[in-house]
């Protein structure tokens, strides 16, 4: 299996802070990296992926980058509605999540 | 509209079976790769099963002999049987739409499965 650890586990920002989330594979996944957000009680929601084609629909304040095993997820310019849980999850062998970053008003 | 819409969670004993049901519309579940995902109380998100277009099926080693996940086309539904169930298998179960190179892109919303004497 190939572990995802994503850091930190919590983060706290103000809005109009850059957010920015790392996500390290346990071996290489070239570009097969997504980025999910999800808030309380709702399904996941795709952000990003291929590690950094931005899905239909979500703000371009969202942008992602990396390959092999260093990925991350930036925030330009944080929203009131951004604040939720974010996990990134390998598709390159099987399907595995990170553990999740909470993004609190700080 | 593109929607999948799950169905079937409930209260189970230890032991026992339970089988949840996931509705597409606005597409066809038998030519896309579709699969399930929980989460526990609290926690993060665990990938549990999948079947490709061809029918293929995978699950997770922690599933693995007691899960099986199917699907009737003519329904346009995705299927979860659950046996053994322990009370370590609590929690929200999401289906959701797999492209191999847009990951998952279209869910659920979730039903409840709560493995509980």
């Known amino acids: ?106 | 509209e593109v929607q999948l819409v799950e169905s079937g969670g409930d209260l189970v004993q230890p032991g026992g079976s339970l089988t949840v049901s996931c509705a597409a519309s606005g597409f066809t579940v038998s030519s896309n790769y579709m699969s399930w995902v929980r989460q526990a109380p609290g926690k993060g998100l665990e990938w549990v099963s999948l079947i490709s277009g061809g029918g293929n099926t995978y699950y997770a080693d922690s599933v693995s002999g007691r899960f099986a996940i199917s699907r009737d086309n003519s329904k346009n539904t995705l299927y979860l049987q659950m046996n053994s169930l322990r009370v370590e298998d609590t929690g929200v179960y999401y289906c959701a739409r797999y492209v191999t190179s847009d990951a998952f892109d279209i869910w659920g919303q979730g039903t409840m499965v709560t493995v509980s004497s």
Request: positive net charge; hydrophobic residues 30%; contains cysteine.
């Open chain 1, 1 to 106: 299996d190939i572990q995802m650890t994503q850091s930190p586990f919590t983060l706290s920002a103000s809005v109009g802070d850059r957010v920015t989330i790392t996500c390290r594979a346990g071996q290489s996944i070239s570009d097969y990296l997504a980025w999910y957000q999800q808030k309380p009680g709702k399904a996941p929601k795709l952000l990003i992926y291929k590690a950094s084609s931005l899905q239909r629909g979500v703000p371009s304040r969202f942008s992602g980058s990396g390959s092999g095993t260093e990925f991350t997820l930036t925030i330009s310019s944080l929203q009131p509605d951004d604040f939720a849980t974010y996990y990134c999850q390998q598709y390159y062998s099987y399907w595995m999540f990170g553990q999740g970053t909470k993004v609190e008003i700080k």
